[in-house]
């Protein structure tokens, strides 16, 4: 694809020459050989193969860049000739060639015009903006001049056995460390802990880049500040690692952050696994959740163009990865979709095809979703700045290459042979892909946990506090409508039951005593009898009701903590349920930005049992809340290390969640069986199937509805 002007055009003329301080060295990758040139004032590099390494050879002031092409490479086309260009520029703002006659203090002048041109390009996205703050070599001499005699072979394996121990020991705890996590997501009063030691982390992580390369005798002259999708990471300049020769060197460099952050969350964790509960045990988790998580997603990650992805250049033996993979992608699409037949492969070594292509489109979707991943996060986190910042990075990602693209296909001077196929293939194209996704309908489904339940009148609760003093019927047991199960014991209650009791059989002596002796008195005594008997009757009812009963048919399961004889148990607290396979269902909730699909119709309910995952069972979605709040139903649904609710807070009353849900209520099929009530539902409701495009205005509306309050 043509640029906006033609670089050729403007070095074919001119006699560059190489300037000194400038170190090449030729190496073989894949085969073939590549020049890598090395400024020893600047500390930039720059790898060039094909006709511009033959080009670079030639250089001597004297011939223009024009007549040795045309001597190397004479059958060569306008885009070989454009990519030789490039590279000629290139080189020249590294200050590693001069392009004009006068090259008096080139080098000196390059370098100052360099700095400021990296300070204004710094700029260019305010997604990276890199601020150079200082040159640490000298202090990096001092320190690695100190510890140089332990950076030794031995030092290297005891490091890289103490992370296989720490790993090993991890896994044994995994279950104490997925719910550690849960405990730290559902509580943001600890987060700050994670801020304090991010910083922290990053930073060794760079020194270790650094000492590293000092190890291996490189230089480092910058270090920084990176604000990073709006956060600070600091950086250091590690160009220099592309001066060794040997792949493992460089590596070791690469993975060098990554160790160091990796033996940080590994005291880390054993601190956590280790020391009581406290400040300092949740700082060493801390530590541990932030140096492994961030080196997995991020550092390790070879999709991104960090850590992970220059270990992956080296690992494969293909320099510059991710741009010539993006340029093979484009010659296919220009070669063979466009029928631009007089370009030549990019291609250079054996194997690399396959490793492009699988890179490029792997970088391509990645990015897009990592683009779009961001800028609703800084849309809903920051509705004006990270709006502003969104925007920019969709237009870098989609809006700016269609006009790239569209300018190209109208003025490109490769095209004029097939410019009409090429408009006709690309229109063809845009239709095909916009009716894939704007068209075509897809499932579409709305996932939720819940809880097996029983209708409230099943639930066996207590009538009063008291201590539970017979249990009348066996766990598991069927029983009828009314049939007794428990019998809770009032003491304050029996008591005044036996002491009216007493009073009654004493005013009943009385009484007969006074029809003989004293007839006067009777009429009052038999009135006091009366009342007694009334207050007797209405204890002996309420005693009654202190046992408790079925009132539907089914199977008892008990709570086995409040069901023992002889527990204390508040009022109105469960002890258990009557099991009625006919009235089981599942009490779901579901997160605020997913109800509007539940609004728009719900064609059918799969839930799976955690008991017996592999059997599907269709419901039958009976009730929804109209309202969301932040009550959650049972405990079991609390974010645990499996998944779960983010909650808030928990208390008596109930467990609070982060943010407002919503409740569902499914009836089960008949027989449906259920080895206890309160084990976990799994929930999926199948909606209409839309297509993609229209999923995705939804969403994108829903962001701007509940985060921005348009």
């Not at 089981?584 to 930005?593: C, E, I, R, T």
Request: proline share 5%.
């Amino acid at each position: 694809m043509r640029t906006e002007y033609s670089q050729w055009e403007a070095i074919a003329t001119l006699m560059p020459v190489k300037l000194p301080d400038i170190e090449f060295v030729e190496q073989e990758v894949r085969g073939e050989p590549w020049l890598f040139a090395h400024n020893n004032v600047t500390g930039q590099h720059a790898r060039i193969n094909a006709i511009a390494r033959q080009v670079v050879y030639e250089l001597s002031g004297k011939d223009t860049v024009q007549d040795i092409v045309e001597r190397l490479a004479p059958t060569s086309d306008s885009e070989e000739k454009e990519a030789i260009a490039a590279s000629l520029i290139a080189l020249s703002q590294l200050g590693m060639i001069g392009l004009g006659d006068d090259n008096v203090n080139l080098r000196i002048q390059h370098r100052v015009n360099e700095l400021s041109l990296r300070k204004v390009s710094s700029w260019h996205n305010p997604l990276a903006i890199r601020i150079p703050l200082c040159d640490p070599n000298t202090a990096l001499e001092k320190l690695h001049t100190r510890i140089h005699p332990v950076l030794s072979h031995w030092f290297f394996w005891l490091t890289v056995t103490f992370l296989l121990f720490s790993v090993g020991v991890a896994v044994l705890n995994g279950a104490d460390i997925l719910n550690q996590i849960a405990i730290v997501a559902s509580t943001p009063q600890q987060w700050w802990q994670l801020l304090v030691v991010y910083p922290i982390l990053k930073s060794a992580h760079e020194i270790a880049h650094a000492i590293c390369i000092k190890r291996f005798g490189g230089s480092v002259h910058e270090a920084g500040i990176t604000v990073l999708v709006l956060m600070p990471v600091p950086y250091v300049d590690a160009t220099d690692i592309w001066r060794f020769e040997r792949r493992n060197r460089r590596m070791l460099v690469c993975a060098s952050g990554m160790i160091a952050e990796g033996v940080l969350a590994s005291f880390g964790f054993l601190i956590w696994l280790t020391v009581e509960p406290g400040l300092l045990a949740d700082l060493g988790f801390a530590i541990a959740l932030t140096g492994s998580v961030s080196t997995l997603l991020l550092n390790a990650n070879p999709l991104l163009k960090f850590d992970g992805y220059q270990i992956l250049q080296d690992a494969l033996d293909i320099p510059n990865l991710a741009p010539r993979a993006s340029r093979y992608l484009t010659y296919l699409c220009r070669r063979y979709v466009l029928g631009v037949n007089s370009l030549r492969s990019p291609v250079t070594g054996k194997g690399e095809r396959r490793w492009l292509v699988s890179y490029g489109v792997s970088a391509g979707i990645y990015r897009w979703v990592i683009t779009l991943t961001i800028a609703l996060y800084l849309a809903s986190r920051y509705p004006v700045l990270g709006g502003l910042l969104a925007g920019f990075a969709l237009y870098q990602l989609g809006i700016k290459p269609c006009f790239q693209v569209a300018k190209y296909l109208g003025t490109s001077e490769e095209l004029q042979a097939s410019r009409p196929r090429a408009m006709l293939t690309t229109v063809g194209l845009v239709a095909v892909i916009a009716g894939v996704v704007f068209l075509v309908p897809v499932p579409t489904h709305t996932r939720a946990e819940g809880v097996i339940d029983v209708p409230h009148q099943a639930q066996l609760f207590a009538p009063q506090t008291g201590e539970l003093a017979e249990v009348f019927v066996a766990q598991g047991e069927t029983v009828e409508i009314g049939q007794p199960i428990l019998r809770v014991d009032d003491p304050v209650m029996t008591t005044r039951v036996a002491v009216l009791q007493s009073e009654l059989d004493v005013l009943n002596l009385q009484y007969r005593a006074a029809l003989i002796n004293e007839p006067v008195t009777a009429p009052a005594l038999r009135q006091d009898m009366k009342d007694t008997r009334n207050a007797l009757n209405q204890l002996s009812e309420s005693l009654s009701e202190l046992i408790i009963r079925a009132s539907v048919p089914g199977v008892v399961s008990l709570n086995t903590e409040s069901s023992r004889v002889g527990e204390f148990i508040q009022a109105g607290s469960s002890v258990g349920h009557v099991v009625n396979s006919q009235d089981l269902h599942v009490k779901a909730v579901v997160k605020q930005s997913d109800i509007s699909r539940v609004e728009d119709g719900v064609r059918s309910v799969n839930i799976r049992l955690a008991e017996r995952f592999g059997e599907s069972i269709n419901g039958v979605l009976s009730q929804k809340t109209p309202a969301a709040n932040r009550e959650l139903p049972s405990q079991a649904l609390a974010g645990g290390g499996y998944g779960g609710i983010p909650v808030a807070s928990s208390q008596e009353q109930g467990w609070e969640t982060v943010d407002p849900v919503f409740h569902l209520e499914i009836d089960l099929p008949e027989d449906t069986s259920a080895v206890g009530i309160g084990g976990r539902a799994y929930v999926t409701l199948e909606h209409q199937p839309e297509s993609i495009g229209k999923r995705s205005w939804k969403a994108l509306r829903r962001v701007l509805i509940d985060q921005l309050a348009l």
